[in-house]
């Protein structure tokens, strides 16, 4: 016997957990998976007895209406779906999260690397040095800040965050720097170069 799958999009983290603890709470469902679906919308699915299930799916939304009035995007309640209901599960996500976290390690990797040959880059117009021992570049020379900005957009996102890390009262916490665009990181890292020593 197929169970029936219950669906419910809302909108918002804070939805997303009341309606899952409504739907488990008020009937014997299963919570079958939640999926992001972007722009702050999230489909959380549901499996059990056709009853079980549409009275979750019926309290979580008036339970939602009370936390506010546009929380919930849509709702649907199929009795007997012909296909499995995991295949509507998007498996994506973990592999998404694991990537986030071998990048994360790849950066503390990459950071310890502070043992290489130094070098430097040379601004001209203000002869000032940026030593880069962290970086295998080569001396880089610039005339003003559009030509260091060009060089600056040409390097790894990965060697702009070393760049910005090494530096003192840089603008950007080093917390945040895993989370700035590689724009912003450019923009910040001229001003900051030009500005300072």
């Not at 499996?47 to 309290?59: E, F, I, K, L």
């Not at 929380?71 to 986030?100: M, Q």
């Not at 976290?101 to 990459?110: C, F, M, R, S």
């Not at 130094?118 to 570049?137: A, C, G, H, P, W």
Request: hydrophobic letters at 40%.
């Amino acid at each position: 016997m197929n169970e029936s799958l219950g669906m419910i999009e809302t909108k918002g983290l804070l939805a997303t957990i009341a309606a899952s603890d409504t739907m488990l709470k008020s009937a014997d469902v299963h919570l079958l998976g939640v999926t992001k679906v972007g722009g702050g919308l999230t489909s959380i699915l549901i499996t059990g007895d056709v009853s079980a299930v549409t009275t979750a799916v019926s309290t979580a939304e008036s339970n939602l209406s009370y936390l506010s009035f546009d929380t919930v995007v849509s709702s649907h309640v199929i009795a007997r779906p012909a296909v499995d209901s995991s295949l509507f599960i998007d498996k994506t996500e973990s592999i998404e999260k694991s990537i986030d976290v071998i990048e994360e390690l790849e950066v503390k990797e990459t950071v310890t690397l502070e043992e290489e040959p130094v070098n430097s880059l040379i601004i001209e117009d203000t002869k000032k040095t940026l030593d880069l021992d962290f970086l295998e570049l080569n001396n880089l020379t610039y005339h003003d800040k559009e030509e260091l900005m060009q060089h600056l957009t040409q390097m790894k996102v990965v060697d702009l965050r070393k760049i910005a890390k090494h530096q003192t009262n840089f603008s950007i916490v080093r917390k945040d720097l895993y989370k700035t665009s590689k724009e912003k990181l450019v923009e910040t890292l001229s001003e900051f170069l030009i500005n300072n020593e």
